[in-house]
C-alpha cells in the first residue's frame, strides 16, 4: 500500500519557522522528483517547492530565500524548511512524488498568526 505521510504543521507566529516532513512508503523516492504543493481556503493548489534526483530544486517566487527543500532518499523522506513564515503562507501543504505515477500526501496544516 502506497502512503506519503506529512507532518510538522501547527500554528506559528509571523515570522517563526517550521519543518514539514514527508515520510513515503510503498514507493521509493529515488530517481523521482518530489515536491511540496499548498492550498489555502479558497484558492487554487499552488506549487511551492520541488526537488530532483540529482538534487535540482525550484521554489516559487513567494518563497524563495525563505523555504529550503531537502530529501533523504535511504529514508524516503522529503522536507521543507520554512524560514520567516508570513501569513500569507497559511494553507495545507501537500507532499507529493511526480513520475510516471503519481502520489500525494493527505496534507498537513500550516497556520501562520500575525
Known amino acids: 500500500q502506497v502512503q506519503l505521510v506529512e507532518s510538522g504543521g501547527c500554528l506559528v507566529q509571523a515570522g517563526g519557522s517550521l519543518r514539514l516532513s514527508c515520510v513515503a512508503s510503498g514507493i521509493t523516492f529515488s530517481r523521482n522528483v518530489v515536491g511540496w504543493y499548498r492550498q489555502a481556503p479558497g484558492k487554487q493548489r499552488e506549487l511551492v517547492a520541488t526537488?530532483?534526483?540529482?538534487?535540482?530544486?525550484y521554489y516559487a517566487d513567494s518563497v524563495k530565500g525563505r523555504f529550503t527543500i531537502a530529501r533523504d532518499d535511504d529514508k524516503n523522506i522529503v522536507y521543507l524548511q520554512m524560514n520567516s513564515l508570513k501569513t500569507e503562507d497559511t494553507a495545507v501543504y501537500y507532499c507529493?512524488?511526480?513520475?510516471?505515477?503519481?502520489?500525494w500526501g493527505q496534507g498537513t496544516q500550516v497556520t501562520v498568526s500575525s
Open positions: 507529493g512524488r511526480f513520475g510516471v505515477s503519481t502520489y
Open positions: 526537488i530532483s534526483s540529482g538534487g535540482s530544486t
